[in-house]
Every structure is written in structure tokens, then in C-alpha cells.
């Protein structure tokens, strides 16, 4: 196979350039290169009951805006709570009466944290903790909790 | 009687003794000639011609065979699963699926595959033929290391070739996916893309399955350099070289991608 320097350049060059270019489609366009990591942001603290399906990575948002995501979550032995850490993307500052409540987008979306901002003057400082939370709505619980009221009505005829 | 028993006994451990010999002998030779050809690493750049010419013979004509099977990949990908997908009420997340699938284990792993009979196999039969036609010892004579002139600007022409044909290949599977998904199926291309990004991360991820790719690449040029190498110098030995080139690469390739993956994936939450 004879093949001049030039052309072979050129056929090497052309397979790298779209070899890179495949990488950076799957990164921007497949993958969230833009919004991961390289964001400077800050960690907030919640602590919750139970926080049901919650996992790491999964988003917090605001009003259904994505502004952070879930960092580390682990047990206070003291005291049996989750304490999850948030981090929060830099530019989004939330008061310190917020209520994180775990919530599910859709019957079998995924699990996110649900910021709702209050009216307090003071903003949360950078490992600040949030005082007001709600826990994840366990359906098991729910439905023993029905069955639980339907008997006590049923058995009050 | 009990003679030819123990005869028969002690000839069937000694057949099993020589097999385990030549068996580790031939582990270490291929680990000794592995060192030796990284260590001939400079010289496959310092002559970069000679790794050019590799990175068109195993990537630039592989192109076709891994983009037509990207693409064919990921449209089956995007079938299949939206059957099962819609059942649920969740074809929205066709996107994460194929996406997910492509980029931490299909383009990895198929591609690899792929590269492994389309470019190892030529290069074994090529060093292979090399050696039975005498041009390896033709260039010691002259004072040429083979290794530095045929064997080591092969294997690093795999390994930078395989991570691109890799990205590639999940490059069209999602193309595909996106032409059944939403220009066949009529998904919406908003939660096509969206549920997408927001799903596939990109340390996890993308770069993951490049790592993955990277090393599959390192594996399989070094079994189709050292196959070729080592290839008895006949035409038997070539074709059989070629063929173990072919399985071995294979082999190599699903187990590492275990490996590979219980590393990456485990106690990742997902």
C-alpha cells in the first residue's frame, strides 16, 4: 500500500478531528460536562427522618429549577436523622427558613430534594443547616395508614 | 496390570506438567515482551511515519464498520427498548437508556470487539507473515530492532485509535436512537435530549467509558503484536496465530469490561 505522507496526514488527521469531535458531542450534548463539577458552589446541610429513595448526585431545585445536587448523605448515630449535604451551585442563595422536603417527579421519576425559599431576611452561610425539612413520603407507610383509618371508621359503626 | 495403570497415571501428570510449564513460560514470555515493547515506546513516536501509517491501517479503515454498526446498534437499542420503556409509561427515558447503554458499556465493549477482528487480526497476520517470510530477522541482521520498527508503532497505533472508534461508535448508536426514537417513533426531542443530559454524567460516565476503551485498545493490540510475534513462521502457524488473536481479544475484553466495571460502578448509588 503506497501511500504519500500527505495523503496519509490527512486521512489520520480527518479520523482524529472526528474522533475527538465524537468525544466532545457525547460530553456536551449526551453528558452534562457543562453543568458538573467545574461549577463553584457551596454546602448546605439538611437533616430528615427518613429521605426514602434519595441518592448521591440526585438534583435539588427551586421551583423546579435545578440549582445543586446531593453530595455526601449519611446517619447521625445520636440522633437517627439523615444528614444530607447539598451542594449548592454558586449564584443561588436561599434564606434561612427554606423548607427541603424530599419529593418524586412523577410516580417512577427520579427522587430530588425540593427547595422553597422563605420569607426570612438572613441567608444560609456556607455550611449552614436547614431547620425546616420534610420528610419522604413512604407509600407502604401511607397505605398502612389508610388500612389503619379504614378499620378504626369501619369498626366505629 | 497395575504397572501399565501406574504407567498410564504418571504419563497423563507428566502431559499435565508439560502443559503447565509451557503455559506459564509462554505468561512470562508475553510479560517480558510487553515491557520490552513499551519500553520501545519513544521509538514509535520519535518515527512518527511509521505510527501514522498504523493509526490509518487500524482506525481510519475500521471507520466504516464501527459507524455502520453504531448506528445500527443504537436504532435496535432504541427499538427494544421502547417496547419495554412504554409498558411503563416511561418512553421518555428512552434517551437515558440508549445513551447510558452506548457510552459506559456497548461502545466500549462492541467496538472493541469489533476492532479486535477487523484490526488485530491483520496485525497478527502481518507480523506473523513477516516473521515466516524472514523480513523480522532480515531487519536484525541489518541491525534494525523489529520491535521498535514493526512491532511497538502497532500497538500504540491500537491504543490511540480504539478510544476514538469507541467515542464514535456511541456517537451514532445515539444518533440512531434519536432517528428510531424520535423520527420513527415520535418521541418528544426535548425529553429525548433533556432526560439525556440529565442522566449521563460526564466523570462517571463518558469519561469512564473512555478509560474503559483505552484499556481495552492496550489489551488488544498487545495480544495481536505478541501473537504475531510469537506465530510459529508457517502458514499453519499464521492462521492459527490469527485465530487466537481473535478469541483471546475477546475473551480479554469481556473480562476486563467486568473488572472494569465492578470498579467504576460499584457503590456508586445507581
Known amino acids: ?157 | 496390570m497395575f504397572s501399565a495403570v501406574a504407567t498410564g497415571f504418571t504419563d497423563a501428570l507428566r502431559r499435565l506438567g508439560n502443559g503447565s510449564i509451557a503455559a506459564i513460560r509462554r505468561l512470562g514470555y508475553a510479560s517480558l515482551f510487553g515491557v520490552a515493547v513499551v519500553r520501545e515506546t519513544p521509538a514509535a513516536f520519535a518515527r512518527l511515519n511509521l505510527t501514522l501509517r498504523e493509526i490509518y491501517f487500524s482506525g481510519v479503515l475500521s471507520l466504516i464498520i464501527i459507524l455502520v454498526s453504531g448506528l445500527f446498534v443504537g436504532m435496535v437499542l432504541a427499538l427494544q427498548g421502547y417496547d419495554v420503556l412504554q409498558r411503563y409509561g416511561a418512553d421518555e427515558s428512552l434517551g437515558v437508556l440508549v445513551a447510558l447503554s452506548l457510552v459506559r458499556e456497548l461502545g466500549p465493549v462492541v467496538a472493541g470487539l469489533l476492532f479486535a477482528s477487523r484490526a488485530g487480526s491483520a496485525i497478527t497476520a502481518e507480523i506473523g507473515l513477516m516473521k515466516a517470510t524472514e523480513q523480522l530477522s532480515a531487519m536484525e541482521m541489518m541491525a534494525v530492532d523489529p520491535l521498535a520498527r514493526v512491532v511497538a508503532p502497532r500497538f500504540w497505533g491500537g491504543v490511540i485509535s480504539m478510544p476514538l472508534l469507541a467515542a464514535l461508535f456511541s456517537m451514532m448508536g445515539v444518533f440512531g436512537a434519536y432517528l428510531v426514537g424520535v423520527r420513527l417513533i415520535d418521541i418528544d426531542p426535548g425529553a429525548f435530549w433533556g432526560n439525556m443530559k440529565a442522566a449521563v454524567d460526564f466523570r462517571f460516565d463518558i469519561v469512564n467509558g473512555i478509560i474503559k476503551s483505552i484499556v481495552f485498545g492496550m489489551a488488544v493490540s498487545m495480544i495481536a503484536v505478541f501473537e504475531g510475534f510469537d506465530a510459529k513462521p508457517t502458514a499453519e502457524g499464521v492462521s492459527s496465530a490469527t485465530t487466537r488473536t481473535v478469541v483471546e481479544s475477546s475473551l480479554a475484553i469481556l473480562a476486563l469490561d467486568f473488572v472494569l466495571t465492578v470498579f467504576m460502578f460499584r457503590g456508586l448509588g445507581v
Not at chain 1, 417527579?105 to 425546616?132: C, N, R
Open chain 1, 1 to 157: 500500500m503506497n501511500l504519500s505522507r500527505s495523503t496519509l496526514d490527512l486521512w489520520v488527521g480527518t479520523f482524529v478531528a472526528i474522533g475527538l469531535g465524537a468525544i466532545l458531542f457525547l460530553a456536551l450534548k449526551v453528558g452534562n460536562l457543562v453543568s458538573f463539577g467545574s461549577v463553584p458552589g457551596y454546602r448546605i446541610e439538611a437533616r430528615f427522618d427518613n429521605i426514602g429513595g434519595l441518592k448521591v448526585r440526585a438534583p435539588a431545585k427551586a421551583a423546579g429549577v435545578v440549582v445543586g445536587r446531593v453530595e455526601r448523605i449519611r446517619l447521625d448515630p445520636a440522633t437517627y436523622q439523615a444528614v444530607v449535604t447539598i451542594k449548592i451551585d454558586h449564584g443561588f442563595q436561599f434564606t434561612t427558613d427554606t423548607i427541603a422536603s424530599i419529593l418524586t417527579s412523577g410516580l417512577l421519576g427520579e427522587v430530588y430534594i425540593g427547595l422553597d425559599a422563605g420569607g426570612d431576611a438572613k441567608m444560609l452561610p456556607d455550611g449552614g443547616t436547614l431547620a425546616k425539612t420534610q420528610s419522604a413520603v413512604i407509600l407502604e407507610k401511607l397505605i398502612g395508614q389508610f388500612l389503619v383509618d379504614k378499620a378504626a371508621s369501619g369498626g366505629g359503626k
